[in-house]
């Protein structure tokens, strides 16, 4: 089992911008971001293949363009940094991770931190 520990959400007006840090005891092949917002079910958002030193980055499409999903070698976390943040992203953000190198089968994510709230007005 990855235990893993999310930080940084908070709340910020439309249009700001929020980066997220998930430390994790160890990483596998594929580390991803969820979020689930009151009333809905849990959606991904993005994930980051180290299989192999891979890096590649796969976005769903309500990431795309404003998420950015990556690694930071200096805390030995991985970040998610949020951009032109909307209303719509209110929610609480999970990291995840998956063995194996489909990072974007999102079914497969089985160990999960506690989150981290993000919460955007308008």
């Known amino acids: 089992v990855v235990q893993l520990v999310e930080s940084g959400g908070g709340s910020v007006q439309a249009g700001g911008s929020l980066r997220l840090s998930c430390t994790a005891s160890r990483y596998p092949d594929c580390m991803g971001w969820f979020r689930q917002a009151p009333g809905k079910d849990r959606e991904a958002v993005a994930s980051?293949?180290?299989?192999?030193?891979?890096?590649?980055?796969y976005y769903t499409d309500s990431a795309k363009g404003r998420f950015t999903i990556g690694q930071d070698n200096v805390k030995n976390a991985l970040y998610l940094q949020m951009d032109n943040l909307k209303p719509e992203d209110t929610a609480m953000y999970y990291c995840?991770?998956?063995?194996?190198?489909?990072?974007?089968?999102?079914?497969?994510?089985?160990?999960w931190g506690q989150g981290t709230q993000v919460t955007v007005s308008s």
């Open positions: 995840a991770t998956r063995s194996g190198p489909v990072c974007d089968d999102w079914s497969g994510y089985n160990d």
């Open positions: 980051l293949r180290l299989f192999g030193g891979d890096g590649r980055t």
